[in-house]
């Protein structure tokens, strides 16, 4: 079994930064691939961002340039450092694991950006 454990969330002004942490345990493959998504009221959990344990990372088109995705391996930890946050950035926030055919969800964590 894995767990996924998020921090880091907060309320934040337009422009700001917050930075977002998720440690994973239990039982971690060499390879896999966690990720950052985030949900609003009424929608889709979508992609933020992730990235694999060759550190090949992928972004939604709204955060490029903005969004920092990392991981430590030998920590079992990813990070998503947020610059530039807009309104349009507040959800709460989920780390994700995939390995083998396995998926696994953080509890998740609310980003709230406002003045």
């Known amino acids: 079994q894995v767990q996924l454990v998020e921090s880091g969330g907060g309320l934040v002004q337009p422009g700001g930064s917050l930075r977002l942490s998720c440690a994973a345990s239990?039982?971690?493959?060499?390879?896999?691939?966690m990720g950052w998504y985030r949900q609003v009221p009424g929608k889709q959990r979508e992609l933020v961002a992730d990235?694999?344990?060759?550190?090949?990372?992928r972004y939604d088109e709204s955060v490029k340039g903005r969004f920092t995705i990392s991981r430590d391996n030998a920590k079992n930890t990813v990070s998503l450092q947020m610059n530039s946050l807009k309104p349009e950035d507040t959800a709460v926030y989920y780390c994700?694991?995939?390995?083998?055919?396995?998926?696994?969800w953080g509890q998740g964590t609310q980003v709230t950006v406002s003045s």
């Open positions: 990235i694999t344990s060759g550190r090949n990372t």
């Open positions: 994700k694991l995939d390995q083998s055919r396995y998926t696994y």
């Open positions: 239990g039982s971690i493959f060499s390879f896999n691939v």
